[in-house]
């Protein structure tokens, strides 16, 4: 079973404000990634890692930021949240060379007011 | 970029019918996975496939991954609600390319 985890599950919060999304797994896994899902639509990757101390852009662009500083967690920061940024974030890891398999988390659920 | 194509995108049947779901691409993909979300939770790890012409049967679930490896389908037989969920196709190697999903809807 993955142990990749998430919190908060669910946020609601105010426009402006600024959030971290967490998330860590314990598999020692090289590869995070950061997905944004809206409800009944397709997975758009907006992050992901290789490693400590490397992060690289997705396909769909995104004003969030995410840092690397330890191989089991991948925080994802908003610095000033908007309603357009209301959606589920999942996020996922996969061992470096193996066809890619991802583990995800159950997700955040974020909703800006 | 790699495209993965999902059809149908939506599916609705009964209880104890079978049903094929397809991911098809005009690109060689050195493997794909195939995933199955429920509402509100994260895609679960369903299945590899690695080889062309390869199937892989997970009970009542048959994956075959087509010869040349640029498709692959989900077969389920006598489909139970337990197997609502999207379905989700992926492959990739530097950057992993999801399918849009199929949404289905297993009528009690």
């Known amino acids: 079973e993955a142990d990749i985890y998430q919190t908060p599950r669910y946020l609601v919060i105010g426009t402006g404000k600024k959030i971290t999304l967490e998330c860590s797994q314990t598999?020692?896994?090289?590869?995070m990634y950061w997905y944004q899902q809206d409800p009944g639509m397709e997975l758009h990757l907006i992050h992901y890692?290789?490693?400590?101390?490397?992060?690289e852009k997705g396909d769909l662009s995104s004003e969030s930021t995410v840092s690397r500083i330890r191989t089991e967690h991948f925080p994802l920061t908003l610095e000033s949240a908007r309603p357009s940024h209301t959606s589920q974030y999942l996020c996922?890891?996969?061992?470096?060379?193996?066809?890619?398999?991802?583990?995800f988390g159950p997700g955040t659920r974020l909703t800006v007011l | 970029t790699q495209l993965l194509e999902q059809s149908p995108q939506f599916l609705s049947i009964q209880e104890g019918e079978n049903l094929t779901v397809y991911c098809n691409s005009s690109?060689?993909?050195?493997?794909l996975q195939w995933y199955r979300q429920e509402p509100g939770e994260g895609p679960v790890l369903l299945v590899t496939?690695?080889?062309?012409?390869e199937v892989k049967k997970l009970k009542r679930l048959t994956f075959q991954f087509g010869d040349a490896r640029k498709d692959s389908s989900l077969h389920i037989t006598a489909a139970q609600p337990g197997d609502t969920g999207l379905y989700l196709c992926?492959?990739?190697?530097?950057?992993?390319?999801f399918g849009i999903g199929t949404k289905l809807q297993v009528i009690p």
């Open positions: 996922a890891s996969s061992e470096l060379g193996q066809n890619n398999e991802q583990f």
């Open positions: 598999m020692g896994h090289d590869k």
């Open positions: 890692s290789y490693g400590v101390n490397s992060t």
């Open positions: 690109s060689v993909f050195s493997s």
């Open positions: 496939v690695v080889t062309g012409g």
């Open positions: 992926a492959g990739g190697y530097q950057k992993v390319t």
